[in-house]
Antibody
Framework: EVQLLESGGGFVQPGGSLRVSCAAS????????MGWVRQAPGKGLEWVST????????YYADSVKGRFTISRDNSKNMLFLQMNRLRAEDTAAYYC??????????WGQGTLVTVSP | ETVLTQSPATLSLAPGERATLSCRAS??????LTWYQQKPGQAPRLLIY???NRATGIPARFSGSGSGTDFTLTISSLEPEDFAVYYC?????????FGQGTKLEI
């Protein structure tokens, strides 16, 4: 059974940094691209970033480009999102998701990031 | 950027009725259109991929159709557990984009 477990969310001040993590199990992690999708409170889904199976290719939404960095550790089945220069509009639940070739077939339960003074 | 527009924003129906949800793309996405279901407090769940293929474990009452710019998600006979928010997503180009969602309510 595929399981994705996010961690690392919390409160941070504007301009601050946070790293969220995702522990994957139940599939061969190094065979699949992975992504982050976020959802602001009461709002819809927004794709944030995707990383290829090997980690050599990364893609970002314009809203986070230059501030967020996606990475992975295939030896530990872990996915990461380093978030710098956080803004109030980055407040959201961040979901880790397994890519099925551009869309997402399994999702974690999400970790909440709140950016507030 | 490919913009996905879902309609209606809210759809009010009763159990047993047929639901028809629309997703229109601002440019062709071929058949690379995905549908998700999200219930309150839960993560999204993959329903339909590549416009018309049901994901594993999805009941046959869910079906998808369309290609190019116009897509439809149909629920043939609504069950109580189907009342949720539905999102479409394209995987043709970057950035990946989602529609704004359709809330299916009783």
């Amino acid at each position: 059974e595929v399981q994705l477990l996010e961690s690392g969310g919390g409160f941070v001040q504007p301009g601050g940094s946070l790293r969220v993590s995702c522990a994957a199990s139940g599939f061969t992690f190094s065979d699949y691209g992975m992504g982050w999708v976020r959802q602001a409170p009461g709002k819809g889904l927004e794709w944030v970033s995707t990383i290829s199976y090997s980690g050599t290719s990364t893609y970002y939404a314009d809203s986070v480009k230059g501030r967020f960095t996606i990475s992975r550790d295939n030896s530990k089945n872990m996915l990461f999102l380093q978030m710098n220069r956080l803004r109030a509009e980055d407040t959201a639940a961040y979901y880790c998701a397994k890519s099925r070739g551009g869309d997402f077939d399994h999702w974690g339960q999400g970790t909440l990031v709140t950016v507030s003074p | 950027e490919t913009v996905l527009t879902q309609s209606p924003a809210t759809l009010s129906l009763a159990p047993g009725e047929r639901a028809t949800l629309s997703c229109r793309a601002s440019q062709s996405v071929d058949s690379y259109l995905t549908w998700y279901q999200q219930k309150p407090g839960q993560a999204p769940r993959l329903l339909i991929y590549d416009a018309s293929n049901r994901a594993t474990g999805i009941p046959a009452r869910f079906s998808g159709s369309g290609s190019g710019t116009d897509f439809t998600l149909t629920i043939s006979s609504l069950e109580p557990e189907d009342f949720a928010v539905y999102y479409c997503q394209q995987r043709t180009d970057w950035p990946r984009t989602f529609g704004q969602g359709t809330k299916l309510e009783i």
